[in-house]
């Protein structure tokens, strides 16, 4: 089945600065790649997604890029805030059967004020 | 949360007592799941149901039971529980037509057997 792998495991930043973290995934055949913030206590929200015919996508501070020959796909948050602080869940899913995620080990971003 | 509900939100059980978790979703998706999250792991998939009696398993379903008699109810038992069976449950919905396959999660259930 499919590994997905990510990095860093805690990343620490200053308001302001940029974050960036990184997933690799092992089967070629997935083909959705979501990102999901988890605050303490509720349950993973996507806040981005990216599907293997798009290369790269944005929705104001979040950007996500997708590197399909290389299997690994990023999540770039600029203009870091303290509401920012959370841990990150990459995920890959291969689109076959009921569409099974495959999630990484999540990266805990703290925004230092 | 996207119309999603899970019950209890929290459990202390002790070993060997059955335990029956609730999700509930009140925006008609085909597609439900259960996944356990835990240290270290991320969120590994159990269970997933892509109808009304229509379930099958995902990674890690060795203990796990699952039951889907409405579209808008998924129950995931444990027979009996076990200490490595300690985890925060989460359930996820997801429409399951073509395009739109985001999973959308619910609040999550944090299960403890002694």
């Known amino acids: 089945g499919e590994n997905v792998e990510q990095h860093p495991s805690t990343l620490s930043v200053q308001e302001g600065d940029s974050a960036v973290i990184k997933c690799t995934y092992s089967d070629s055949a997935s083909n959705y790649f979501p990102w999901y913030k988890q605050e303490l206590g509720k349950g993973p929200q996507l806040i981005i997604d990216?599907?293997?015919?798009?290369g790269e996508k944005k929705d104001q501070r979040i950007a996500v890029t997708l590197n399909k020959t290389a299997k690994h796909f990023s999540l770039h948050i600029t203009e870091t805030q303290p509401e920012d602080s959370a841990v990150y869940f990459c995920?890959?899913?291969?689109?076959?059967?009921?569409?099974?995620?495959?999630f990484g080990t999540g990266t805990r971003l703290t925004v230092i004020p | 949360d996207a119309g999603i509900t899970q019950s209890p939100r929290h459990k202390v059980t002790e070993t060997g007592t059955p335990v029956t978790l609730r999700c509930h979703q009140t925006e008609n998706h085909r597609y439900m799941y259960w996944y356990r999250q835990d240290p270290g792991h991320g969120l590994r998939l159990i269970h997933y149901s892509y109808g009304v009696k229509d379930t099958d398993k995902g990674e890690v379903s060795d203990g796990y039971s699952v039951s889907r008699s409405k579209t808008e109810d998924f129950l995931l038992t444990l027979e009996s529980a076990t200490s490595s069976q300690t985890s925060v449950y989460f359930c996820a919905i997801s429409p399951g037509l073509a395009g739109t396959d985001t999973q959308y999660f619910g609040p999550g259930t944090r299960l403890t057997v002694l």
């Open positions: 990216i599907r293997s015919n798009v």
């Open positions: 995920a890959a899913s291969p689109q076959t059967g009921a569409n099974n995620l495959f």
